[in-house]
């Protein structure tokens, strides 16, 4: 059976309407037009007033058109060879039209520097953090001793950016490699991590919870892979957390742990540090400890402190409640939480499989350039199991 063109032009106009109805969903955890931070809010402000403004703007464009359009068609017994009557100048109405849009926008540009202007005059309340993008994950480096400067004095982290709920939390953004760009929808705005720069943003969640975004400036090839958690914590919780990362890492106790150490400080000390285990051979390895930066690679003294791995793409602890989100309290077997073997497993034995790592152009590999990211270090199940089992100490 033919489909009649009326159904046909329904079937146009009902599919992109679909399509754009599929992306409202109501608990989305990127949904920027529902913040839950200040500044995240100052911006949606900014927008709803725009937006409708703009939605007026183009119903009623839109009407004149097709009532333009309807009115002045070509009748049947019009003669096709003779134009409809011309005009030209309208005074009146051309005055109307210049000067309107102009209003509108004048509006609009003042509203947007006001805005602009009053996020960027934000103080932070005294906690720094230095936000470095690379191919492909996020590392946070903290002034705990507040000198303005990021050295190994300083806590170092990666993935999960952890943040005092309530407090205004200065980041300085920037990239070891190329152009990234940090944002975490629900509580402020996107601001690009260019290599050699360092761009101030400020950060606020109103309250205790984590918050989900991902890197917005295409970076190559695992862009999609390189998310970003921000958890926060209540403050008095939050300085227990700085307290923690602060310290070197605990000695790991049991056979398989002990065992999992080992072959952590000969298989994965040329990137990773986990300071109070492996800091000897990683400086052998060439990389140093002074700004405790390996360049390629995660510090993962607390590695079992974070919610997620692998740049955040896999969730390190089981998501408890179901709600997609590896919460501060699904966290840590102290706190019930379960460790996701299973991903953790998936990911050493295979990490390229998990997230494509390769360098980013053929000259670069000509060139005999080290490939971004985990390589697969053909480890045994017996070395996996002893692996994981090292790693969940790392509290
Ligand atoms: Cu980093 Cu896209």
Redesign the pocket.
């Known amino acids: 059976m033919r489909t009649r063109p009326r159904s046909r032009r329904a079937l146009a106009l009902l599919v992109p309407l679909l399509l754009l109805l599929s992306a409202c969903a109501s608990d989305a955890p990127q949904d920027t037009l529902e913040p839950e931070g200040p500044i995240a809010r100052k911006i949606d402000n900014l927008v709803n007033p725009v937006f409708i403004i703009a939605a007026v703007v183009f119903v009623l464009v839109e009407f004149g058109v097709v009532y333009l359009v309807l009115r002045f068609r070509q009748r049947k017994d019009d003669d096709p060879d003779e134009l409809p009557g011309q005009t030209h100048g309208n005074t009146k109405l051309e005055i109307g039209w210049t000067v309107l849009p102009a209003l509108l926008l004048g509006f609009v540009a003042f509203a947007t520097l006001a805005t602009l202007f009053d996020i960027n005059d934000t103080k932070d309340d005294g906690l720094t953090v230095q936000v470095t ?4 994950w ?1 590392e946070f480096t903290y002034d705990t001793n507040g000198d303005g400067k990021f050295t190994d004095e300083d806590v170092l982290t990666a993935n999960d950016l952890v943040i005092p709920a309530g407090q205004n939390v200065g980041l300085e953004i920037t ?1 070891r490699d ?4 940090f944002w975490i929808p629900k509580l402020n705005g996107k601001k690009d ?1 260019v290599p050699g720069r360092r761009h101030p943003l400020t950060i606020n969640a109103d309250e205790p919870g984590t918050y989900v975004g ?7 090839l ?3 892979y ?1 998310r970003q958690r921000v958890v926060a914590l209540p403050p008095d919780e939050f300085d227990a957390w700085l307290e923690r990362q602060e310290k070197a890492a605990d000695q790991p106790s049991g056979d398989d742990a002990e065992a999992g150490a080992e072959l952590f400080a000969s298989q994965c000390s040329v990137c990773h540090l986990a300071r109070g285990i492996n800091d000897d051979q990683f400086e052998e390895g060439g990389q140093g400890t002074s700004e405790l930066v390996s360049e390629n690679a995660p510090d993962l003294t607390h590695f079992a402190s974070r919610g997620a791995f692998a740049g955040a793409t896999f969730n390190l602890w089981d998501d408890l409640d179901g709600d997609h989100i590896v919460e501060a309290d699904e966290i840590g077997t102290a706190n019930g939480g379960r460790l996701n073997r299973g991903d953790l497993e998936a990911w050493l034995r295979d990490p390229p499989g998990q997230k494509p790592m390769d360098p980013v152009t053929p000259d670069q590999v000509a060139a005999g350039e080290q490939g971004r990211g985990m390589p697969n270090l053909n480890l045994s199940e017996e070395q996996i199991d002893q692996l994981v089992a090292f790693l969940e100490t790392l509290e």
Do not use: R, Y
Request: hydrophobic fraction near 35%; aromatic fraction near 14%; include cysteine.
């Open positions: 993008g690379q191919q492909w996020w990239s190329v152009i990234h760009s991590a991902q890197c917005t400036e295409f970076c190559g695992s862009h999609a390189m």
